[in-house]
């Protein structure tokens, strides 16, 4: 399949995934975590490597989302931080 139709078909799987999700929560108030997986991987280099069919439990997501979350902060928050503090807590003390 070229790289143009399989990023067509993934994007159109997770627009399916997200009209049912919606029309089923409008139908049903239950409060079921539901998670999504693709079978393909984009790597840094940016080649797509398609990933076997093994199942993960909510537990394995949650670490794997976890631990990105943590880089993320560790990597851009840090930063942030950094470079905004000074001027949030100059306007702080400015209106103090």
Avoid: C, R
């Avoid at 976890?66 to 928050?77: A, C, G, L, R, T």
């Amino acid at each position: 399949m070229p790289e143009q139709q399989s990023i067509k078909h993934t994007l159109d799987i997770i627009k399916k995934a997200l009209q049912e999700e919606k029309s089923s929560s409008l139908k049903n108030d239950s409060n079921e975590d539901n998670v999504l997986i693709l079978n393909k991987f984009v790597k840094e280099d940016g080649t797509i490597e398609e990933l076997e069919d093994t199942l993960l439990k909510k537990e394995e997501v949650k670490e794997i989302i976890n631990k990105k979350i943590s880089e993320v902060f560790e990597k851009y928050f840090d930063k942030w931080l950094d470079k905004n503090i000074p001027n949030y807590l100059d306007k702080y003390f400015k209106k103090k």
